[in-house]
């Protein structure tokens, strides 16, 4: 037997159970990962939460949770190719990543993904990486981010908004960022120059950079997005990636699926050259699944949070 975070009817943390469950092994075509840690995503709480969006994406009760996941490929089925035993990776695997084990295909079939984790890279960072790097990797080249310009970044601090952030000071550009006042230092160390968000944010942010924006992402709701309109930002240089099916103004909706193939590597790079910096904001034993989705719901983390098994 091993363990695995099931939930059987649609609500909060409560809804959470860390169960027994019979331990999956590598058939055909397949390796299995002994997962180490899981990354937690906004996603995560929103699918056991909200059953319009897990119809949408597919998820079905009773249901596994999480996506993102690192750790070491411990079985390799028979015609399985690009993993051997002992290869440590790092992926995502949805509705079945916060478990002891977790099989993949390879290769890997669409609502999954298996890389091999870079030396110098951590199981606990690793796991933080394929939702919000992929996304925040979208979201800008949805706009076309390039050195020079002044992009106004929504929803900064959170868990995609520290690797947009950094992703595009790397890119040259001046970085305003969204948020509340207790996350403002946080949010310079990284470059950033802080903005509280809320009534009066074009206000704001004509005071801060007189000269104009240029391009925006919104990472939270459509609050930027709009600010951004209203500021004369043009529709295609503006990235929403929580507006739905239908953004505001015409700006672009985007989201991880749509990051080019060496979004990810680029990322790995950058943060082995120790360009950017992965923060972690707190790690939970699976035991606690409950807690790190609570603190992960209530939206005011600083980073990224973790499961570790």
Known sequence: MSRAV???????????E?????????????????VTAAGLNP?????????????????????????????VVDEVGEG???????????????????ADFVVVRTPARASEALFHTPEGISDEVASTLPVAGLT????????????????????????VGVFAVQLAKLAGARVIGTASEATFDFLRQWGAEPVTYGPG?????RTLAPGGVTAATDLFGTETAETALALGVPPERISTIAAGPNPPGGVRGTGGIDAGPDAL???????????????????FPIERIRDAVALQAGRHVHGKIVVTL
């Open 6 to 16: 099931i939930y059987e009817t649609f609500g909060g943390p409560e809804v959470l």
């Open 18 to 34: 860390l169960r027994e469950v019979p331990e999956p092994h590598a058939g055909p075509g397949e390796v299995r990962v002994r």
């Open 43 to 71: 996603m995560d709480w929103i699918l056991a939460s909200q059953p319009e969006a897990a119809e949408r994406f597919g998820v079905t009760l009773p249901s596994g949770f999480g996506y993102d996941l690192a750790g």
């Open 80 to 98: 399985a190719t690009g993993f051997a035993v002992g290869d440590r990776v790092y992926g995502g695997v949805l509705g079945r990543a916060v």
């Open 136 to 159: 925040a990797a979208a979201a800008l080249a949805a706009v076309g981010l390039r050195s020079g310009d002044t992009v106004l970044i929504g929803g900064a601090a959170g868990g």
């Open 201 to 205: 944010l074009a206000d704001r942010v």
């Open 265 to 283: 590597e680029r990322i790995t790079d950058a943060i082995l050259a120790e360009e950017i910096t992965v923060p972690i904001a707190a790690a």
